[in-house]
Nanobody
Framework: LTLVESGGGLVQPGGSLRLSCAAS????????IGWFRQAPGKEFEGVSA????????NYADSVKGRFTISRDNAKNTVYLQMNNLKPEDTGIYYC?????????????????WGQGTQVTVSS
């Protein structure tokens, strides 16, 4: 399984971005997928995760009510819709698969990491 993130960019505070995590080499529908981020000077953080069917989701408290994770298994893609972005959302965003299931936001439970996409929130 190979994952590739896209959709990052520069946006003003209060703006929106939609990140995509596209899979190749395997069928994505068998895996829960998580989004994580690395912000400058901060610890690596789990942002959100979605079950293999898409029926269950999990969010970090810092993004609840602003971010929405979804998936389209027919397109082998998971999305992260980010609204009302704040400067503290700046960072490199990664997606990864949870081969043994679960929706916890622990990076150790995930593998097949993508290369990341940069999100910068600044005026």
């Amino acid at each position: 399984l190979t994952l590739v993130e896209s959709g990052g960019g520069l946006v003003q505070p209060g703006g929106s971005l939609r990140l995509s995590c596209a899979a190749s080499g395997a069928t994505l529908e068998y895996y829960p997928i998580g989004w994580f981020r690395q912000a400058p000077g901060k610890e690596f953080e789990g942002v959100s995760a979605i079950s293999d069917s898409g029926g269950r989701t999990n969010y970090a408290d810092s993004v609840k009510g602003r971010f929405t994770i979804s998936r389209d298994n027919a397109k082998n893609t998971v999305y992260l819709q980010m609204n009302n972005l704040k400067p503290e959302d700046t960072g490199i965003y990664y997606c990864a698969a949870a081969p043994y299931g679960g929706l916890g936001l622990r990076s150790a439970d995930f593998d097949s990491w993508g290369q990341g996409t940069q999100v910068t929130v600044s005026s």
